[in-house]
């Protein structure tokens, strides 16, 4: 529409643009011309205006219309941007968020992988502390064997030669013999014994302390290691046993030791005559009835205030080795079952404790019952 009326209004001005003529006014006829003329400049001069003024109209529409597509397209495009942009961050939020998961499940995954690396470490740590504890077990072993065999070897060199009436008492003699060997065997050196059982001597002394004088009765002498600690001391004590290999070569040492079974030393031993009942390797070698009554016959011996110790094998599976490697063992003691029995059998305090690993390498525990 616009367009339409400013081309009108340039075909008016242009049918108008040739209405001057060059008259004289002082012709009559040019006069009149000039009054015709004046009239037609007139309605010329009205006809240019509102040419002039369509146009300006036709113009103002035409800019008002371009205006309002120019507002539309811009609005149009701004909106487009709008979408484009929204699109555009929509799938960069999509790519970031993807991004981010990707990046949490490589995280985990290498969390994950460190975890299975640390755990393949401890893993490899803990095998080779078994192999290096398996290694120490072995070369202790093997220096244990080596100490028994020099051993046997100085007892076959210093054994005299057998009489005419020691001959029908081979087979026996070798059983004695073969107790004081597995307790070399079981317990290593002398030194490391006598380390391991010298905080018991405190135990005793408070036991004397409290008035429990009497001497000190030892069920298994074994090499004795723990008599020694006791005789140098200067504390009392009694020790029986049935091996004569035990007892020679306790007598070698200058111990003391009865002729018979240490159990039947003990019941024949007088009521409240004993300071204190210690008995080492010995729980694990007697049948549960036995252990019973000598738990029984040590509480009838004692003075009050005495004391009653008694180390034994572990039965935890990791120091079976202790326990299976003794051939007189029956069976390992249970903690609770040895306390059971003395309880039962009046004690009036049970305290449990462990043997130095430091000292003995194979695990054992002992329990200190006092009358």
Known sequence: MSETRIAQALARLAEHQELHLPLRRTDLLGRLVLRFLWRRQIKW??????????????????????????????????????????????RLYSSVGRLQSQISELRLQIAESDERNDDVEQRLQKLEQQVEAHNATTRYDRLRHARLEKFLDELRATRPEPSASEVADRVPERESFLELAVSELLDGHVEGVRAARKPYLDVVSSARDSGATGPVFDMAPARGEWLELVRDAGLPYRAASDNRAIRRHCEELGLTIESGDASEQLAATAQRSLGAVTAFRYAERQQPTELARFVELAATALQPG??????????????????????????????????????????????????????????????????
């Open 45 to 90: 001069q009205i006809e240019t205006n509102l040419a002039v003024r369509d146009a300006l109209e036709g113009l103002a529409e035409s800019g008002r219309a371009t205006t309002d597509r120019l507002r539309h397209e811009v609005a149009a495009l701004q909106q487009h941007d709008q979408n484009l942009m929204a699109g555009l961050n929509q």
């Open 306 to 371: 005495g004391v009653l110790i008694v180390e034994t094998a572990s039965g935890a599976a990791e120091h079976a080795h202790d326990f299976h490697l003794d051939p007189f063992a029956v069976r390992p003691v249970h903690a609770d079952f040895l306390r059971f029995l003395m309880e039962s059998n009046g004690f009036s305090r049970v305290e449990s404790r462990p043997v130095d690993p430091a000292v003995v390498q194979r695990g054992r525990y002992s329990l200190i019952a006092w009358r």
